[in-house]
Each structure stands twice: as C-alpha cells, then as structure tokens.
C-alpha cells in the first residue's frame, strides 16, 4: 500500500492539544490521498443510514445524518483554513485537483436518493413526531438543504446539476486564486525621498516590513494591495502619479488578459447560476438565493437599498464641494479623481475636525485593541480569554487563546491571525476548525479570525482597522458562544443576511467611551487618548459616510442587477459594468469598493452571490439592536446582554431569525437608526 496512506497523519486521531489538526505534519500532497479515504467512508455511513431497515424517525436519520462525516468535515475545514490562510503553489495545484471532487461529494450526499426519501417522509409528517423545537427546526433546515440542492429534481435534471457544481466550484476555486495572483505580484516601489512625501512614520514602517517580507533588501520600502497599507497611503501620499498607479492597481485585480483574467471566469459563473435557477423553477438566481434570506425577494432588497443610493449620492456631491475647494487650495487638479477621494477627504477632516489619523494611530496599538474586545466580551457574556503558547499554529504570526466561561470551563478555543503576508488572501474573515455542537458529550468550537494588518513593531491600527478587528470578533463569538445539540445548527450557520448581525454589531463597542478611556492609551507615553481628541473622533464619525455608501452600494445593486438576469442571457462582464454604471449614476471620482473582476463575495464561492447587499440588511439590525443599550443607558446592560446572548450569539440556527431578533428586542427593527448611522438623517437623542 503507499506510504502516503499508510502514514498519513490527516486520517490519524490528531493527538494534539485539544484537538488542533496536526499542523507541523501537514503535507500539501497529504490531502488528495486523506480525502480519497475518507469521502468513500461518508457516504457508506449515508448508506448505511439510507438502507436501514428501521422505519425513520428522528434519530435514526436526521440526528444520524448531522452525525456522519466527521472526519470529512475536520479535513475539509483544515483544507479550506489553509488554502486561503496560508497557501502555496502545491497546495493551490491540489485545490483546483479537488474542487470537483468535493463539489461532487456533496452532489452524492444530496442527490442520495434512498437517504432523501427518509428525509422526506420525516418532513412530511414533521407536525405528528412531536419533537423539541430545535428538533424541529433541524429536520426543516436539513429537509430544505437537500431541496435546494437538487434532492426534488427529476433524475436527467439531477446529472445535470451534479455538472454544474462541479464546474462552479471549479470555477470559484479559479477565481480566488487569480485575485490572489494579482495580490502577490504587484508592489509599488518607494525609492526616492520625493515618493515618501506626506506619509506618517508607522506606513513607512509597515512599508519596509512589507518588502522584508517578500525578500528585498534590506531598506527596501514597497506599498502592496493589501488595504492596511494601500488605504492609509491612497490617504496620505501627496504624490498624486503614485496614488494613481496604486488605485489603478487595486481596482483591475483580476481583469488582465491572460492566465489569471477573471473576467471569462465570471461570465461562466453567472451563466451557470442562470441555469441552477432554471432547474429549481426560479426566474432568476437572485431568486433562488433569496428564497432562503430574510429579505426573501429581490423587490425587498432594491426598496432597502434605494432608501440610501440617492440620498448618499446627493450628500456626497455636496462632500465634493468641499474636496473640490480643499484640491483648489492644495494646488491639486479638479475636477478631483478617484485616487484623488480619500487624500482630500482626510485634509478636509484634518480641517474641520483638527483630527488626523497619524494622530490618532498610536492610540490604536493592536495588543491593546485585542484586550479591549476581549475586555468587552468579557463584561457583556463573562467569558475570559487566556493565551497559551508554544502549541503549533499554522502560521508564526498566528496565536491562540483558551475560552473560559464565567466559572472557569473550557468552552472553546480562538486564533487571531491578524497580519498580512502574499500567501494569504486579503480582506478579513472567520472560520472554524471545529464547529461546536453536542456531539459526543460536546464539541469544543475552535474559530479562527483572519485580519491583514500590516505587520510592524508595534503594529498600529487606524480607527477602520479596529473595528475590522471587532467586526471579525463579533462572528468569532458567535461561533464560540454557539449552544446547541446539533452541527447544522451552530455558530454562524445561520440565514447569509442575519450572519453580518453578531459582527456588525460588536463594532459599536469599539467607539464606546468607556472602552476608548482605557485601552486607548499612547504608545509611546501610555497617556490615555486626551477626552478633546475622543471627543472629535465622535464627531467625525459621521464624516465621509456618503462616500461610504456610495461605495458599498453602487456594488451591492450592480450585485442585484447581475444575478437578476433571467436564464439564457450571455454576459460580457466588462461590458455589463459598465453599463450599470452609467444607468446608477456611480460618480467616477467615487467608484467602487469592489469591481467585478475581483469580488470574491461574488465569485470566490457562492455565499454572498446575489447577497452583497447582507451587509446593509444586518446594518438595519445592528444599529437598531445597539439603540437596545442605548435606551438602557448603559452599553454593558446584564439584562440586554442576557437577551442579546441568548436570541442572537448562542442560539445559532435554532430560531427563524425574524423572531429571534423579534425576541432579542422586543420588536421588529427600524430602519432609521441605520440611516441616521450613515449620516443620511439626523441622529436622535438619547
């Protein structure tokens, strides 16, 4: 037999502490051979399963199903932690091998025909088997999981979609690789004094770490795509010509003739998505996505968004005057340009709020940003965060903390992976290596947080870059709090536009005063921030927020638009933008925060498909659910927190999530407080 499978420390029990994959054993070329072990082994429990001669009930078939697969699933979220963690060309090489296999084991599970009609005949008679209410919930989930993947299909109809799948994932797997590709590969160098002209002492830093990192010499300083590095110098940077390279830079990821254009990519994913939605009966797949959304109709999310498009696009032209005077005064050209925005916008802040962000910067020291979230969790659910060391992490920069509850136990495990490096995908994100759930006794959750920071001695953040770094927490707790009985169920398995609530919502603690007094203490001198300075950072908290939503919304409809097209129509992605740009009205010198040539939210994989617009959905919960503090008079209110933690962080997927917010605040959410969040009305009092 081959040494690979006999010795393949990925099919082993992983006696490591708590459970932690194996990572200084793990082989790129381990994977392909684990996984051809273990996907057999799945679907012979499936079958097992299918073929019982008891009659169905909810033990023998769903719990059993929610119970199968284990080995799968820590091998796969092993797999899908590195590959966008920390990546390499082999195990890229073994990512496009897979994608198809997987996405065909899971068109086996799903198509299982003999398993399904258990499944069905359980869902049918769901009202008479008298089951607890997350039993219940469990067999509508998994019941509607299997009908959403073709379980209903007629058997030609069926083959065909197992094609489908494959080729997207196929396709998606692609798609991130080349973003990444374009990442990796570009550097604008810093050579002459003249280049470093208006950039505060910690880019510089970062700059130079940034070329340590990928091997130059020594003093050498380079600006990459990463936005802890290209937003702060597209702030900064008075050179105008260097500004424009890196904006041009950032916003053609992905479109460049050749091996890693995504442009065709896209135009096969949507044309193939046209066609799922065919096979399901739906118009469009913006209407298959949204059947199981909140929002459940494409007409909900336009009303949403068409609340904010035209209000933010007529408060930032009335924010352009103001740029447009600022570049008349600077010497600078007009009519201002895109890459022209956020340098402008930060004079102009300068100016009207006497606050600075090389300023504010050494207040925001990321040690000390991640003890204020845990300082925050720990006061809102009595959790405690302690770091243990010398246990191997997939990454150096990578760290690990043990999650107690209030009376000491063990309840999960998180790793903050906070810096940038080119073997990882930009952007911010959580996952798992182990989700939590009441199997076997209990599964302890381990989540991971991914931030790219730029790395520096100390590293410090703009006041963006912490609420990233709560945002992201705000998903790891909601991973490590989850519980519940059954793994379909947990963390954030929840609906695509409730997901965003836990996350978004978490932020606000970051602009707490309480919270600012204490862990916003100088780098240097460790004074606290100066009351005069947190006082004119809340004030400019509604500054620039039309740019903002202009930038985040102009992407969310164009989202819209493109995967509302009905099945058979052929798309030129380039084209397609364009055009959608035009009939928006998107002003050029705001432009987008994604392009479609590298929004990965669209086409790295198929979550936020026809889902952009989640973000501003969750906003409306967040900024409401927040006000529940507010209108306690106290943002560490026990009762709130009790309420919050038990509807929202740790119920999972065991609510319809409209009453699960219905129950966390007493009533349906508003829309105003979301509104008056991004400046568009007036903030009300409390």
């Known amino acids: 037999m081959n040494d690979t499978l006999v010795n393949n420390p990925l099919l082993a029990d992983w006696d490591t502490p708590y459970g932690l994959p194996p990572f200084d054993k793990v082989q790129p070329a381990l994977f392909a051979p684990a996984f051809a072990q273990a996907l057999p082994a799945h679907l012979a429990e499936l079958d097992a399963i299918a073929s019982s001669g008891e009659t169905p009930d909810f033990d023998n078939t769903i719990a059993a199903f929610d119970r199968s697969g284990r080995l799968v699933s820590r091998l796969s979220l092993l797999f899908e932690n590195l590959t966008s963690s920390e990546t390499s060309p082999a195990l890229q090489a073994v990512e496009l091998e897979l994608a198809p296999t997987l996405a065909g084991h899971r068109n086996a599970i799903y198509l299982h025909d003999k398993l399904f009609a258990r499944i069905d005949v359980l869902h049918a008679r769901r009202d008479a088997l008298d089951l607890q209410p997350e039993q219940l919930r469990l067999l509508e989930r998994i019941h509607l999981d299997f009908v959403r993947a073709g379980a209903k299909l007629p058997e030609a109809a069926k083959a065909r979609y197992g094609q489908l799948m494959e080729r997207m994932a196929e396709l998606e797997a692609r798609f991130a690789q080349n973003v990444l590709a374009d990442e990796a590969a570009f550097a604008l ?13 910690y880019l510089v830093a970062a700059a130079r770490n940034a070329a340590a990192q990928r091997g130059l010499p020594e003093g050498s300083h380079i600006i990459t795509l990463s936005p802890s590095l290209a937003e702060p110098f597209l702030s900064f940077s008075s050179r105008r010509d260097l500004r424009e390279a890196l904006w041009r830079a950032r916003v053609s990821r992905g479109a460049h003739p050749g091996e890693h254009d995504n442009r065709p990519i896209a135009s096969e994913l949507v044309s193939l998505r046209q066609e799922q939605a065919r096979l399901h009966g739906y118009p469009s797949f913006a209407h298959y996505q949204l059947a ?44 201002i340009a895109a890459w022209d925005w956020r340098y402008l916008a930060e004079k ?33 659910f009595g959790i405690r965060f302690e770091e243990r060391h010398s246990v191997p992490l997939h990454h150096p920069d990578a760290r690990l903390w043990e999650v107690h509850d209030a009376a000491g136990k063990l309840i999960g495990l998180f790793i903050g992976d906070n810096f940038a490096r080119p073997s990882k995908r930009s952007g911010a994100w959580m996952h798992v290596f182990r989700n939590q759930s009441g199997h076997g006794g209990g599964t302890l959750p381990i989540v991971i947080n ?4 730029a790395k520096a001695q100390p590293t410090l953040l703009s006041f963006e870059d912490v609420r990233t770094l709560f945002h992201e927490f705000g998903h790891g707790l909601h991973g490590l709090l989850s519980l519940v009985n059954y793994e379909r169920l947990s963390g954030t398995q929840v609906l695509q536009d409730f997901v965003e609530l836990p996350s978004q919502l978490f932020e606000h603690w970051a602009q707490e005063e309480a919270v600012l007094q204490r862990f916003a203490t100088h780098v240097t001198t460790g004074e606290p921030m100066p009351a005069a300075l947190r006082e004119r950072l809340k004030r400019a908290r509604r500054f620039n927020q039309a740019w903002e939503t202009v930038m985040y919304t102009g992407p969310a409809l164009i989202d819209m638009a493109l995967h509302s097209l009905p099945h058979g129509t052929q798309v030129d992605i380039a084209a397609f933008e364009t055009e959608q740009q035009r009939i928006l009205g998107i002003p050029e010198d705001i432009g987008q925060r994604h392009y479609l040539s590298h929004f990965q939210h669209l086409f790295g994989g198929p979550y936020y498909a026809a889902g952009y617009y989640v973000y501003m959905w969750a906003e409306v919960l967040d900024a409401d659910g927040y006000d529940a503090f507010l209108e306690a008079g106290d943002p560490f209110h026990e009762e709130t927190a009790k309420r919050l933690l038990r509807h929202v962080y740790s119920a999972g997927n065991t609510q319809d999530p409209t009453l699960a917010y219905r129950a966390f605040r007493g009533r349906d959410p508003r829309v105003e407080p979301m509104l008056a969040k991004r400046g568009l009305i007036a903030a009300p009092a409390h």
Request: some cysteine.
């Open 189 to 201: 160098p810093l050579r002459e004094k003249a280049d470093f002209a208006g950039l505060p002492d």
């Open 450 to 453: 991914n931030n790219n920071f």
């Open 348 to 380: 102009v802040r300068q100016q009207r709020f006497s606050l600075d962000d090389a300023e504010l910067k050494p207040y925001f020291r990321l040690e000390n940003m991640i003890a204020a979230m845990f300082d925050c969790a720990t006061r809102l």
């Open 292 to 335: 199981d959304r909140m929002a459940g109709t494409p007409d909900a999310v336009s009303a949403l968004l068409e609340k904010v498009w035209e209000p933010a696009k007529a408060k930032a032209a009335v924010d352009r005057e103001a740029l447009t005077e600022m570049a008349k005064s600077l010497g600078e050209p007009v009519p």
